[in-house]
């Protein structure tokens, strides 16, 4: 690699930090009424930053057998992701995630052979990349949920 490659690398990993910067001062900061909101912009200015189509806020029912899409925005003309997941279409990304670990890919072909029955799912709703967060809340309750 050359010095304007990584240049240009160690610049985008700035950029992106102070990106991720921003986001957290925002939703430190920000009414709870405008939440849904700011995630929307969130999304839209992350997926925008790295160059893909969609971005999506899944939430686990609390017995761990489906997915809950709560947030999403997609590029014009992308096909929207489903409401929810069983969890066993997509049981090796929810066991990641559950473990708190990243799922990334850059291409389906890139998934490793234990996840052949996410990728037919990945291929069923045209994802073509993804990064997948696992977002953790110790205090957070589904609603409806006994205190």
Avoid: C
């Avoid at 809950?68 to 066993?88: K, M, Q, V, Y």
């Avoid at 037919?120 to 045209?126: D, F, N, S, T, V």
Wanted: proline content about 5%.
């Amino acid at each position: 690699m050359n010095a304007r490659a990584s240049d240009r690398i160690v610049n985008k990993h700035k950029r992106f930090e102070k990106l991720l910067s921003g986001i957290s001062t925002k939703l430190i900061n920000i009414p709870v009424l405008e939440i849904n909101g700011e995630i929307q912009r969130v999304l839209r200015a992350v997926v925008e930053f790295l160059g893909m189509d969609r971005g999506s806020v899944f939430l686990f029912s609390p017995d761990r057998l489906r997915m809950d899409r709560i947030h999403s925005w997609t590029e014009a003309g992308i096909l929207p992701l489903p409401d929810n997941f069983e969890t066993e279409e997509m049981l090796w990304t929810a066991r990641n995630l559950l473990k708190k670990e990243l799922v990334i890919f850059e291409k389906v072909e890139d998934l490793l052979h234990e996840a052949s029955m996410d990728k037919e799912a990945i291929l069923k709703y045209r994802i073509k990349s993804a990064i997948m967060v696992p977002m953790l809340n110790k205090n957070w309750r589904p609603r409806n949920a006994p205190s």
